[in-house]
């Protein structure tokens, strides 16, 4: 089993920055890849972000130029930078960690960009 925390959501005005975390812990070993998804209010949970474990990183459309994807190998944990937040990046964003045949999730995180 592999655990899965996010923090770092909250409120925040248009055009400002928040930066999630997603620490990883139990069984760790052959992660293949973490990232971020989002799930806004009447819509289907959508990829904003992912990092392999070779360092590749794939963006949506959305995100590229404004979102950034790092991670901390010694801590387990990956980060989201958002910076010149939109109000439709309004959502509950989820932190998944995949080693192959098995996807973990967390809990969410609320990010709310008020206009």
């Known amino acids: 089993q592999v655990q899965v925390v996010e923090s770092g959501g909250g409120l925040v005005q248009a055009g400002g920055s928040l930066r999630l975390s997603c620490a990883a812990s139990?069984?760790?070993?052959?992660?293949?890849?973490m990232g971020w998804y989002r799930q806004a209010p009447g819509k289907q949970r959508e990829l904003v972000a992912v990092?392999?474990?070779?360092?590749?990183?794939n963006y949506a459309d959305s995100a590229k130029g404004r979102f950034t994807i790092s991670e901390d190998g010694a801590k387990n944990t990956v980060y989201l930078q958002m910076n010149s937040l939109k109000p439709e990046d309004t959502a509950v964003y989820y932190c998944?960690?995949?080693?192959?045949?098995?996807?973990?999730w967390g809990q969410g995180t609320q990010v709310t960009v008020s206009s």
């Open positions: 990092i392999f474990s070779n360092g590749h990183t």
């Open positions: 139990g069984r760790i070993s052959s992660i293949n890849v």
């Open positions: 998944n960690v995949n080693r192959g045949a098995f996807n973990y």
